[in-house]
């Protein structure tokens, strides 16, 4: 198969400590890295590190960064996220509400450029009070997250041996995710009989057919799951015609499926949905995920369940434990007014300090581990 993606593993320098917050979350914003164009970020962060590995290949344009400070064989939290981000780029810009409360906007700003900002002070902070509990601390930051998946996906060949938890970053308001739901595309193709637009009644009109299924799509009852919810379709693309006087013989549209329940299931109940006719094909476009389960910290900071997906369905060692918190609202990624306040941004900081050293100390444990354990004992 052919690979996209490498992954780069640096060990983590000095040069992170002077960074302060607010400096580190500007710094990447302005480097933008719409997917599949990430270089000048990942650059940015691989000179972030003191020490870099004087084999890096620059030929090739697309890598993940993996760094740890000392030994990678010494690693069991990975801190997670993407540097890639959504089109269309924007512009870094500082700002104050109404209220008073100052902000950031910018592509990136918490998705997820504001987590990768706060998962490295953090684990600043905690360097200068534990050098040896950092030592079990790395980072990973993926790429093609927003729709291509491929950086997670090639990450898994180089995970260290002994990694026992992935901690992603995701804007999530600094509740843990216990769920995510799935993802899903299909295409809608209509077909039709051209004619000239003039005498319209001897074609088939493609866009009339496609509108048609497109319409009846939002009555179609698709499976739900009590936890997460659901399923839900948008049309996100459509094309069709080729010619000002000419009824089109051809149309489609791309529409995306969040899942709650798993991807073969979802398909099915579209095919039985009565939307396919003579004129109209549905056609599977996209590698399916499903949704996916993730682990939570018990007595610890409050749960709930997230429709939007990540690319945490590639992680699929049973003993590694995957954890999603992040700062921030996903209210606001993906938009055009793309923001997170910096108070946000400095309670993520304090989020990933506590869990990181946590999970390290024995303080925070991942719900059901220990039931697990006595089991084994017994
Ligand atoms: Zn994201």
Redesign the pocket.
């Known amino acids: 198969m052919l690979k996209f993606v490498s992954t780069l593993a640096v060990a983590i320098g000095v040069a992170l400590a002077n960074k302060e917050l607010f400096s580190l979350h500007k710094d990447l914003i302005i480097r933008p890295s719409i997917t599949r164009n990430e270089t000048l970020a990942v650059d940015f962060l691989i000179e972030l590190q003191d020490v870099i590995n004087p084999n890096v290949d620059r030929s090739i344009r697309r890598q993940n960064l993996f760094a740890y400070l000392d030994n990678p064989e010494d690693v069991k939290i990975l801190l997670n996220s993407?540097i890639d981000v959504l089109p269309p780029y924007f512009e870094y810009k500082e700002a104050v509400d109404d209220q008073g409360r100052e902000l950031i906007y910018g592509r990136g700003a918490n998705?997820?450029k504001g987590q990768i900002a706060a998962q490295i002070i953090a684990v600043e902070e905690l360097r200068k009070k534990n050098q040896e509990i950092v030592k079990k601390v790395g980072f990973l930051y993926d790429l093609g997250?927003?729709g291509l998946y491929d950086g997670a996906t090639s990450a898994q060949e180089i995970l260290p041996q002994n990694l026992e938890y992935v901690i992603a970053g995701?804007?999530t308001e600094l509740f843990q995710i216990s769920s995510h739901k799935g993802n899903m595309g299909f295409e809608i193709r209509a077909k039709g009989l051209a004619a000239h637009s003039s005498s319209p009644h001897w074609g088939v009109n493609a866009i009339e057919k496609l509108s048609e299924a497109i319409l009846k799509l939002e009555s179609v009852a698709l499976p739900q799951d009590k936890i997460l919810g659901d399923t839900t379709t948008a049309v996100t693309k459509i094309k069709g015609g080729t010619a000002v006087n000419k009824v089109p013989d051809e149309a489609t549209a791309y529409v995306n499926v969040r899942t709650s329940v798993p991807s073969e299931e979802t398909w099915k109940a579209l095919k039985e949905s009565g939307l396919e006719s003579e004129w109209i094909d549905l056609i599977l476009v996209d590698d399916s995920h499903d949704p996916v389960t993730l682990d939570t910290i018990e007595n610890w900071r409050p749960s709930q369940t997230m429709p939007v997906g990540?690319d945490l369905f590639a992680w699929k060692q049973p003993t590694v434990k995957k954890i999603l918190i992040g700062c921030g609202s996903s209210g606001s990624?993906h938009k055009l007014d793309e923001h997170i306040y910096k108070q946000e941004l400095l309670d993520g900081v304090d989020m990933y300090v506590e869990l990181v050293e946590g999970l390290l100390t024995g303080k925070l444990k991942v719900a059901g581990e220990h039931t697990k354990h006595e089991k084994d004992e017994l």
Do not use: L
């Open positions: 993407h998705d997820a997250e927003e995701e804007p990540t990624a």
